[in-house]
């Protein structure tokens, strides 16, 4: 599903001024939602009251001349504002949104994942392709406590294992739990919004692992061929 928005990342915006007491990139080096040309968006103020924690700004396409929204958003260390990341609207329909990643994550396989990511939106696959396989390895590295150990077998370790079948497991007994508490009445639990909510996501992952992932890397090995 293509999002409504992205993130491009502070690292793309160019030069700037401090105005009430926020720096304001003066332009940002991304792809066109539009065109899909890498372009330089000239950014102007979209909104003439000031917000402490983001700026809005807007733009227009060198390449196309389709008008596009930027939101950067501000963090604050020792009472000044520095840009934390910068959105795209609408998000361009050949990008990936970034994965939600979980907070007990080490921060070196966080990075390993964003630098894949990053690579990818500023259109350089090439090293998106070898960032992400350097990511697969550190992710089966943790998961598994091996460190001198080639990616070919900790694949092979890894599928052994119990780790490779464990949330599977957990994801589907999760779902019958939830089926339970819906079938059989029960007047002090009641499924709400929330609960529904959860219980699509969860088949989406589910059905995502037993036939896309799959599928996917079918696709992706005979294009390797």
């Known amino acids: 599903m293509r999002p409504s928005s992205v993130s491009i990342g502070n690292k793309t915006s160019k030069g700037g001024t401090n105005t009430h007491g926020q720096f304001r990139p003066k332009s940002v080096n991304t792809f066109c ?9 000239s950014l102007v103020n979209s909104n003439p009251t ?6 809005p700004a807007q733009s227009t396409c060198p390449e196309c001349e389709e008008s596009v929204n930027f939101i950067v958003y501000y963090t604050k260390q020792d009472g000044n504002s520095s840009v934390a990341d910068i959105s795209m609207f ?9 994965v939600e990643l979980p907070e ?3 921060a070196a396989l966080s ?4 630098d894949a990511e ?3 939106r500023a259109g350089l696959y090439s090293p998106a392709v070898t960032c992400a396989g350097r990511a697969l390895e550190g992710l089966l590295k943790h998961i598994l406590r ?8 900790l694949i092979d370790i890894f599928c052994e294992s119990e780790e490779a079948t464990k949330p599977i497991k957990k994801l589907s007994h999760t779902m019958r739990e939830g089926r339970n508490v819906a079938a059989h009445f029960d007047e002090n639990i009641i499924p709400d919004q929330k609960s529904a909510e959860i219980m699509i996501e969860l088949l989406h992952y589910l059905v995502s692992y037993l036939f896309l992932f799959s599928e996917k890397a079918e696709k992706l090995s005979t294009k390797l061929r």
């Open 33 to 41: 939602p539009f065109c899909s040309s890498k372009v330089t968006f």
């Open 50 to 55: 000031p917000m402490p924690t983001i700026w």
């Open 90 to 98: 609408p998000a361009p329909s050949h990008l990936i949104a970034p």
């Open 104 to 106: 007990k994550l080490p």
């Open 111 to 114: 990075s390993a994942v964003r």
């Open 118 to 120: 990053a690579a990818y």
């Open 146 to 153: 091996e460190k001198d150990t080639s990616l070919y077998k």
